[in-house]
């Protein structure tokens, strides 16, 4: 059952999944495990990006963006009882080199490149991870919390999530471009 | 335990000169004892005029080595660090030393702001070159802040500085110095013609913009700006018109003042008195107008329900309140975006000749320099390393165990140089580390082409180090260099590493030790050796003489002779703790 004997196998199996047919997926994305992985209308998932629902399922929804390198799902296997299934709303951004094991990702939310989000952390709508900061396991963070620099943070009050999430939708659009999608090989 | 890298500290003479070093009357005395005093790395003195050579200039006039405390700095041009845009000192003078541009800093984290518009951008064919149009805000890409928190937009994306020195947080306006002092004399004329003394309010009917309220609040540049009006006319009423007939700025360099002054040399009292007797008058600053500004209850109370419902992090940290110039900002709220500080280039010169040491190609964007006399160009370096490559864990050195270590000296020089070096036999301090150098006096090449030396002599040299290398384990030798290179040796200095036991049998306590038997203290377990360098060559003869007339060749040929001396401390490890 682990991700290590899987790779080992010539034609890894494919895990369960339910794609939109507007999704952009690159064909270097990998999609690992055994657990069903659902991915939203016009969301963009770069090469290299690593989806894992070895144990528990992921959900991302519609107009995101999953960057290079970025992990998704559970990363090991979970001490005692199931671990809490990945779900990431709409029109989030998840950086370069980022680790998301959260239970609930808030729509517009921003995980900034190598931050970590622990096992069953919640985010709020309009969050920011800055660069490298970490969210704690099971950690609840409000709506429009920002985290930065060392272990700061500060709840945004700017009131331009309408502004960020449009510029969602067009950098979606421009990606769209730039990466041919290959639904049809993770079908 | 962290490691330790091995440093070499290079003395300035520069305070040997302050020290009075002469005080002495007998001629033969000073010297002897000036070459019998060992420089102590552990003086308190000393952590002002160590630096590693990186750090130091030369001076070619003086022949002298030349730390940060002995050259003066001269402001080349002031330039913002963010826009790179090159600020006439004129400028600086009159605006202060921040980018007037569009550079600020966030006010929460430092992260430089961008502009950026609160519109949607425009969509459709050629949205790309369509202008983008406001309101405009600063937002900060690090920790999302936005001016637009505060109260503040923008009407152009452009010239920001200008615009946020209109608007105060929450976007009211603030009045320019000009319209504060067109106000403050509005406000005097009429007063002045209802009644002499008396200063009450009276609503100004026919100018409805702004009504001048005693208790209004003020920013701290209009609250600034009013104080120094009140003061400056204070001080005006105070003193009579000057001998000279002006009146009004009674600045220290006016010319009211500067005839007082010369009055005190003069004798003339009269004026003096004048003065004093007119003293009484002066008062201090009654209302808003005047710049008083006086804490209310209520506003304290406001701030203590803002604290209560909002929190602690609704509060301004210590170094957010020190980056803004107000430091009364208790909230978030009340932070600004704080314009870039101006950085400089400066140039460098020999405070004992004035000649220019270093000096920067004066455009901002290069970073060449047109004039460089650094130390590292004309002192030989001295890099160590321990001999016998230390394979336990510890790097530490085991007392009362023997180490050698090789010092290399690098001449950076086109000459060949002599260097002699001389040392205590134990080191300064409490704990005393033998020390010794097996090969005090040696050579080191010049800094030639290493092309040409490969040509004219490369196979007998190669040969040469080779040969002492194939020796594999030779020992260490007095009096030889262990090897050799084109313009480096390495010397091998013995070190036996003192114990840092305190205490003991009196006998075998040195002086320090008797006087002070305390713990250890910070940074005593390092080993430091202080060695005194004189390094002796010949060179050209001084460039301005060469250069004068036709006798420039045959001046070529007079060889001059060049000595240098100056103290290093070579740290060369830990000493265990037993
Ligand atoms: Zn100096
Ligand atoms: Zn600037
Ligand atoms: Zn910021
Ligand atoms: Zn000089």
């Known amino acids: 059952m682990s991700s290590k004997r899987a790779s080992m196998m010539p034609p890894a199996p494919k895990p369960p999944t339910s794609l939109s047919s507007s999704l952009v997926i690159a064909e270097h994305a990998s999609l690992t495990g055994t657990k069903l992985i659902t991915l939203g209308s016009n969301t963009v998932i770069h090469p290299r990006s690593k989806l894992s629902s070895a144990y528990a399922p992921i959900t991302i929804g519609n107009s995101c963006i999953i960057s290079e390198r970025s992990q998704i799902g559970i990363q090991n296997e979970p001490d005692e009882e199931e671990a809490d299934p990945v779900v990431i709303e709409d029109g989030v951004i998840i950086e370069v080199g980022a680790v998301v094991e959260g239970k609930r990702i808030g729509e517009g939310s921003v995980i900034e490149v190598n931050a970590k989000v622990g096992r069953g952390a919640v985010l709020g709508k309009h969050c920011k991870i800055g660069p490298l900061c970490e969210v704690a396991e099971g950690e609840v963070l409000p709506d429009y919390t920002v985290l930065f620099g060392n272990g700061m943070r500060r709840i945004d009050n700017s009131g331009v999530e309408d502004l960020k999430m449009k510029m969602v939708a067009r950098q979606v659009e421009v990606l769209r471009k730039l990466i041919p999608s290959k639904i049809a090989k993770f079908q | 335990m962290s490691s330790f890298t091995p440093y070499t500290y290079f003395q300035c003479p520069c305070t040997e000169a302050s020290l009075p070093n002469h005080r002495n009357p007998s001629q033969e005395e000073p010297s002897s004892s000036d070459d019998d005093r060992t420089f102590d790395p552990r003086a308190p003195r000393a952590n002002y005029s160590l630096y590693p050579l990186e750090h130091l200039f030369y001076c070619e006039d003086c022949h002298q080595i030349r730390c940060p405390r002995c050259v003066l700095d001269e402001i080349v041009t002031w330039y913002c660090p963010n826009c790179l845009f090159e600020v006439p000192s004129s400028s600086v003078k009159a605006e202060g030393n921040r980018c007037t541009r569009s550079c600020f800093q966030c006010p929460v984290c430092i992260a430089p702001l961008s502009v950026s518009s609160l519109e949607a951008p425009p969509t459709g064919l050629g949205y790309e070159y369509a202008p983008q149009n406001g309101p405009f805000v600063l937002n900060c890409g690090y920790c999302s802040w936005s001016s637009k928190e505060t109260g503040i937009e923008f009407e152009k994306p452009n010239g920001i500085f200008a615009q946020l020195a209109r608007v105060k947080n929450g976007g009211e306006p603030i009045l320019t110095a000009k319209e504060r002092k067109k106000d403050r004399e509005r406000k005097r004329d009429f007063s002045g013609t209802s009644a002499e003394k008396e200063r009450e309010e ?185 001999l016998q490559p230390t394979s336990s864990a510890s790097s530490l050195l085991q007392p009362m165990r023997p180490v050698q270590f090789l010092l290399t000296f690098k001449n950076p020089l086109f000459d060949s140089v002599k260097v002699t070096l001389a040392t205590p036999t134990k080191t300064p301090g409490r704990f005393a580390s033998k020390v010794t150098v097996l090969c005090p006096q040696f050579e080191v090449g010049a800094n030639t082409d290493a092309w040409d030396e490969a040509l004219r002599e490369g196979t007998g040299e190669k040969r040469r180090t080779k040969a002492e290398a194939s020796e594999g384990q030779h020992q260490a030798e007095a009096g030889k260099v262990w090897e050799r290179g084109r313009n480096w040796v390495s010397v091998v200095v013995e070190v036996v590493p003192a114990s840092l036991h305190i205490g003991g049998p009196e006998f075998l306590k040195n002086e320090e030790m008797k006087d002070d038997e305390g713990p250890l203290k910070e940074d005593e377990d390092v080993c430091e050796i202080p060695v005194f360098v004189r390094v002796e060559w010949e060179a050209d003869a001084a460039h301005d003489e060469s250069g004068l007339g036709g006798g420039g060749s045959k001046e070529k040929d007079v060889r001059e002779k060049r000595e240098l001396a100056y103290w290093c401390v070579l740290g060369v490890g830990r000493i265990a703790k037993v």
């Open chain 2, 202 to 386: 009276t609503p100004e009917v026919e100018i409805p913009r702004e009504p001048l309220d005693p208790n209004e609040k003020l920013d701290p540049e209009s609250q600034f700006s009013n104080l120094k009006a009140f003061y400056q006319g204070q001080l005006a009423e105070a003193s009579p018109a000057s001998a000279l007939g002006f009146t009004g700025d009674y600045g220290y360099g006016s010319p009211g003042a500067l005839s007082r002054i010369m009055g005190l040399y003069t004798g003339s009292t009269a004026f003096d008195k004048k003065v004093k007797a007119k003293a009484g008058t002066m008062r201090e600053a009654q209302d808003a107008l005047e710049g008083l500004q006086l804490t209310t209850i209520s506003e304290e109370e406001e701030a203590l329900t803002k604290l209560r419902t909002e929190g602690w992090h609704c509060t301004s940290s210590a170094s957010q309140r020190a980056e803004f110039l107000n430091t009364n900002a208790q909230f978030i709220t009340e932070l600004r975006p704080v314009a870039y500080l101006l950085r400089t280039k400066r140039s460098k010169r020999c405070r004992t000749c004035r000649h220019i040491l270093s000096k920067p190609e004066s455009k901002v964007s290069t970073i060449r320099f047109r004039i460089r006399l650094v130390a590292l160009n004309y002192i030989p370096s001295i890099s160590i390393k321990p």
